[in-house]
């Protein structure tokens, strides 16, 4: 889909938050100029199209206890990336998985997983299930906790 | 946080509906008053269990660029480098993780060739090298917390 002047606008004037009153797109729309019922029509299109990916609450996951963080990741032959994708992309404890490039000689590993939990042994018993039930055994892979985390906000668009 | 707010936040990562008086069409899906979800919304953001309330983009339909980046820092040297790398307003999140690739962080910049110019910057500012990872394919993205 092809943005104009005035998505770009809608899309920035929304990003740190929907106004929390009662006809939250008819205030976004005073401000910029527009209807309550275009500000809706266009907020409804970026999200069909994707680039809205959701619309909703984003949480801060430390402060809801989610303090174990574990990224794991994978060293898996070219030919079964997908596969082994797709397999730990389905498991429910997996909240991302992405395919990225090696950094020989220092970092092997293509295939990156988010697994978030509230304690790290449950977070690492979560694994170990997972390399089990699907038979990932010989797959050379590394689990890095997460420590301090020093940053968090999201992009910003002008 | 009681059992109305888990329910809030397990409902509302998603889903926010687009219509004239949308809380209380969401008020009413979890049993509860209009008022009260934007009191409760109100009071999660005040007390930071919420980051925000509203879109998640996807940076790359955008026009964005986007990059997951790392850099093996000795531990005696983390503290300057993370503060060199923070100051960089491209830099969206950055955590510490318990491997020689010491300090992960996120990029988010304004177009996808700028994150080859931010990176070379960093570099400079640091003296480490900064090791590119962005996604090549993608399997799931969730990333949804149930409480």
Known sequence: ?158 | MDDTDRAIINRLQDGFPIADRPYRLAAEALGIQEQELIRRLHAMLENRQLSRFGPLYHAERLGGGLSLCAIRVPVDDFERVNEQVNAFPEVAHNYARDHEFSMWFVLATETPQRIESVIREIEQATGYRVYNMPKEEEFFVGLKFEV
């Open chain 1, 1 to 158: 889909m092809v943005l104009n002047e005035q998505d770009y606008r809608l899309i920035a004037e929304i990003q740190d938050g929907l106004p929390l009153s009662r006809r939250p797109y008819a205030e976004i729309g005073q401000r910029l100029g527009l209807s309550e019922q275009q500000v809706i029509e266009r907020i409804d299109t970026l999200q069909q199209s994707g680039i809205i990916k959701r619309m909703g609450i984003v949480v801060r996951h430390h402060e809801l206890g989610y303090t174990a963080n574990a990224m794991v990741v994978w060293d898996v032959p070219d030919d079964q990336v997908d596969a082994v994708g797709e397999q730990l992309g389905s498991q429910p404890c997996v909240t991302l998985c992405y395919q990225r490039p090696r950094k020989l000689p220092h970092w092997p590993y293509n295939l990156f997983c988010m697994i978030h939990g509230q304690q790290r042994e449950r977070v690492l018993d979560h694994i170990n299930r997972i390399v089990a039930s699907q038979g990932l055994e010989q797959i050379p892979r590394k689990i890095l906790f997460s420590g301090k985390r020093f940053k968090q906000r999201g992009a910003k668009y002008q």
